[in-house]
C-alpha cells in the first residue's frame, strides 16, 4: 500500500511539473496593421480595381473618381493665363527704333564735331545734337520701364490664375485611388459606379507578411523581457500539437492596465499587467483574431 501511495505521489508531481513546463508566459491574439483608404475627392467611382482577398502593390493604381469637371476647369484657367499673357508688348521691337534713332545721332554727332573741329559748324548745333541725344536716351530709358511695368502687371496677373492650375492639379492627383501599402484587401466599402463623398472609406488593407501577437505580462514577469527580445510564438494545430515560431518584441507598453477579461494568464485577471506586442514574420497560417502564446527564452 505504502509503495502504491509512493508511486501515485510520482505521477502526480511528475505530472504538475509537465503541466508547469507547458504553461505559456503569456496569451493573446494576432493583428496586423490595418489600413483604411479613404476618398480624396468627390464623384462618381469610375474605376474600382479592388476585390476583398486580393494583394495589391504599393503606390498602385486602383481606382479614379469622376473629374471630368476638374479637367475643364484646368483647361478654362490655362485659356485665361493665354489670353493674359499675349497682352503682353513686344519689347525688343519698340527699343529697337529709338536705339536706331540714337545710332544715327551718334553719326551726326561725329560729323558737325569734325565739322566744328574745321570752323564749319557752331557750337549751337554741337550743343543741339548733344541735347537730340540725351532726349532720345531718356525716352528710351522711359519707355523700357514702362514696357517692363506692364509686363511685370500681366505676369503677376496671371500668377493667381497659375496657382489655381496648380490646386486643379492637386485635385485631379486626388482623383486617382493610389493603394498606399502592399497588403492585402480585408474589407470593399464601395463597388464601381457609387458616388463617393471626401473621406468616405473605400477599402481597408493590411500587410499581412508581418503580424503581431499582442500579449499581456505580469509585473514581476516584466524585467525578463526587453524590447529587440527573441521569444517562441506558439499557435494551436488541428492535431492538439503547438507549431512553434520565433517572434520579436517590437514594443512594450509604459502603462499597466488590468487584463482584459478574454486573456488568460499565470496571474489572476484582476491583477494589473503591461501590453507588449511580439513581430512575427507569417507563413501563411496566422490569422487576425487568431490566439497565440509566447514563452519567454529562458
Known amino acids: 500500500m505504502k509503495t502504491t501511495l509512493t508511486v501515485i505521489s510520482l505521477i502526480v508531481l511528475f505530472t504538475a511539473c509537465k503541466s508547469k513546463e507547458n504553461t505559456a508566459d503569456a496569451y493573446g491574439n494576432f493583428e496586423s496593421t490595418e489600413i483604411i483608404v479613404s476618398a480624396e475627392a468627390a ?54 527704333v529709338i536705339r536706331q534713332q540714337i545710332a544715327t545721332q551718334q553719326k551726326e554727332k561725329e560729323r558737325i564735331e569734325n565739322l566744328f573741329k574745321a570752323n564749319a559748324a557752331t557750337s549751337k548745333q554741337v550743343d543741339d545734337i548733344n541735347a537730340a541725344i540725351a532726349l532720345l536716351e531718356k525716352q528710351y530709358a522711359s519707355t523700357s520701364s514702362s514696357l517692363n511695368t506692364q509686363i511685370s502687371g500681366l505676369n503677376s496677373e496671371s500668377q493667381p490664375l497659375e496657382l489655381q492650375v496648380e490646386q486643379v492639379k492637386e485635385q485631379l492627383a486626388q482623383s486617382r485611388v493610389i493603394n498606399p501599402i502592399q497588403g492585402t484587401v480585408l474589407t470593399k466599402y464601395v463597388e464601381k459606379g457609387e458616388v463617393v463623398t471626401f473621406g468616405k472609406p473605400l477599402y481597408k488593407i493590411a500587410d499581412l507578411n508581418t503580424m503581431y501577437l499582442r500579449a ?9 523581457v526587453k524590447t529587440g527580445q527573441q521569444v517562441t510564438v506558439q499557435t494551436d494545430l488541428p492535431n492538439g500539437e503547438l507549431k512553434s515560431l520565433p517572434g520579436t518584441v517590437s514594443w512594450i507598453s509604459g502603462d499597466a492596465e488590468f487584463t482584459p477579461k478574454t486573456i488568460q494568464t499565470r496571474e489572476e485577471r484582476v491583477q494589473l499587467v503591461y501590453a507588449l506586442k511580439v513581430r512575427v514574420q507569417n507563413d501563411g497560417s496566422l490569422k487576425i483574431g487568431m490566439p497565440g502564446e509566447i514563452r519567454l527564452s529562458k
Not at 56 to 70: E, H, K, M, P, Y
Not at 216 to 224: K, V
Open 43 to 96: 464623384g462618381r467611382l469610375l474605376s474600382f480595381d479592388v476585390e476583398e482577398g486580393a494583394v495589391l502593390q504599393a503606390n498602385a493604381l486602383v481606382g479614379g473618381i469622376d473629374s471630368v469637371q476638374l479637367n475643364l476647369k484646368k483647361a478654362q484657367l490655362g485659356a485665361n493665363i493665354k489670353a493674359v499673357l499675349s497682352k503682353r508688348p513686344e519689347i525688343n521691337p519698340q527699343l529697337a
Open 216 to 224: 499581456y505580462i505580469s509585473g514581476d514577469q516584466l524585467g525578463q
